[in-house]
Nanobody
């Protein structure tokens, strides 16, 4: 069992920045990958960014590429999402997710943190 807790959401103006934090806890934490997803009201969940835990490789959704950065603090089981040049369309609930070794999908999810970008 892995518990994920997100923090750092808030209200920011267009062009501003926020950093989201996801802290994982559990008896053993050794994921295959950690990712951020988001879901806006009345919209489907959208992939934002992922980090392969073994080598730190990162991949991003097209809508955030060049503006968002996923990073980690392995020693503290923490993943960050640095969000720059925010746009109103980035407004959503942001979720952290963990995929265990051998799992086909992200099997642990946090409760999420809300981000609102005002125009």
């Amino acid at each position: 069992q892995v518990d994920l807790v997100e923090s750092g959401g808030g209200i920011v103006q267009t062009g501003g920045s926020l950093t989201l934090t996801c802290t994982a806890s559990g008896r053993t934490f050794s994921p295959a990958a950690m990712a951020w997803f988001r879901q806006a009201p009345q919209k489907e969940r959208q992939f934002v960014a992922v980090m392969v835990w073994s080598d730190g490789a990162t991949y991003y959704g097209d809508s955030v590429l060049g503006r968002f950065t996923i990073s980690r603090d392995s020693a503290n089981n923490t993943v960050y999402l640095q969000m720059n040049r925010l746009k109103p369309e980035d407004t959503a609930h942001y979720f952290c997710a963990s995929r265990g070794a051998g799992e086909a999908s992200f099997n642990f999810w946090g409760q999420g943190t809300a981000v609102t970008v005002t125009s």
